[in-house]
């Protein structure tokens, strides 16, 4: 079996772990964001937001143990970059956060929901990823592009532990004192919660899944490491991916599998397994106009802020806080910031 395709068949299993935790589990920053900021304070419930917090935290050990034993760079990363867009990293993450919110759900939670039956999850599916395109090569390309050359600008290091070291400390106490501090402090967080505590759908959902990003720099950066043909270092991430799987769905014909569409595949498949046999299946349409209008909104809004924030919920949020770098910070800030308009702020939606 040649590199690549070990490669693909490792998106593939790593997909369908995915689907099935994200199914069994619940598994959604924007419910538990949604959750955890509830008008009521009787209806608030942060298990979910928890569950959150221990996917990035052993996103973030189990990466970094990875690069410490391995040859893998995490510097290879799509995130670990030299400069930043001070405008359209956060602006994308903003449009992301409230998109998710419309949306009722990211991209990575719309491919679950259309396993077990949610047509309006392919509406939100179908929406990003022409919209990712769009952004990415298509007509609004050339703007995104005189953008980032008009508020582009030089970070003093790719990652946390690059900044570090330039204070003076070595390779690797720089790397593992933000790594532990910053995994310790969402873990203490998360388990301070007795119902969280008490909830294994949530803590092993989150467990699971923040297992699964060390899982794809494994598979891109160890088994298909190659000199003459190497393959992008990637972990998962849902806003490309959904764009390259409807690409190839029509153009399949002298192309080949990546890694990207067969995690989104294997998501997909994933998730219908686990609800054909809890016998969770169930076709859901809409209910009205309006939750269609929301849910190509949200999705078009995800597409083209996921591109602008280089990553969507799990692709900043995991994969590319768990390499540390300092976009990944700003992103997430971003997201955030754009799911509170939606959830409680000042251009909250009506009905999350």
């Known amino acids: 079996m040649t590199h690549t395709a070990m490669v693909a068949w490792s ?8 689907g099935a935790a994200g199914r069994l589990s619940g598994f959604c920053l924007m419910r538990g964001l949604a959750n955890a900021w509830a008008v009521e304070p009787a209806q608030r419930d942060a298990r979910k937001l928890r569950a ?46 409230y998109g998710m919110v419309m949306a009722n759900g990211c991209g990575a939670r719309s491919l ?22 769009m ?34 400390l070595g390779a690797g106490v720089a790397r593992w004192l933000p790594s532990l501090l910053l995994g310790g402090a969402l873990l203490a967080w998360a388990l301070s919660s007795a119902a969280f505590r008490a909830s294994p759908r949530d803590w092993l959902g989150g467990l699971v899944i923040g297992a699964l990003i060390p899982g794809g720099w494994y598979a891109t950066g160890v088994l298909g490491f190659d000199d003459f043909e190497p393959v992008r270092l990637a972990s998962l991430t849902f806003i490309a991916p959904i764009g390259e799987s409807l690409q190839y769905l029509m153009l399949s014909t002298g192309t080949r599998l990546g890694f990207g569409v067969t ?30 209008l929301r849910s190509m909104g949200g999705g078009t809004l995800m597409g083209i802020g996921g591109v602008l924030a280089l990553g969507c919920s799990i692709g900043q949020g995991l994969s590319g806080f768990s390499t540390l770098a300092l976009t990944s910070f700003v992103a997430l800030g971003g997201i955030l910031a754009g799911a509170g308009l939606g959830i409680r702020g000042p251009l909250a939606l009506s009905k999350v």
């Not at 953008?147 to 330039?166: F, I, K, S, V, Y």
């Not at 989104?264 to 054909?276: E, Q, R």
């Open 263 to 292: 995690v989104v595949g294997g998501v997909l498949a994933g998730s219908l397994l686990t609800s054909l046999a809890t016998r969770g299946f169930a076709w859901q349409g809409f209910p009205d106009h309006t939750r269609i």
């Open 11 to 18: 998106g593939l299993l790593l997909g369908l772990l995915f």
């Open 52 to 97: 959150f917090a221990v996917a990035m935290a052993v996103a973030l050990l189990g990466s970094q143990l990875l690069a410490g034993v391995t040859l893998l760079s995490l510097n290879d990363a799509l995130y670990r970059s030299a400069s930043l867009s001070w405008l359209l990293v956060p602006l994308g993450g903003m449009l992301f956060g």
């Open 135 to 168: 952004t990415l090569s298509g007509v609004l390309a050339p703007l995104r592009v005189w953008l980032e050359g008009m508020t582009t600008l030089a970070l003093p290091a790719r990652d946390l532990p690059g900044w570090l070291m330039q204070g003076g």
């Open 112 to 133: 679950v929901l259309l396993g077990s039956g949610n047509l309006r999850s392919f509406v939100v599916l179908v929406c990003l990823g022409i919209a990712a395109y």
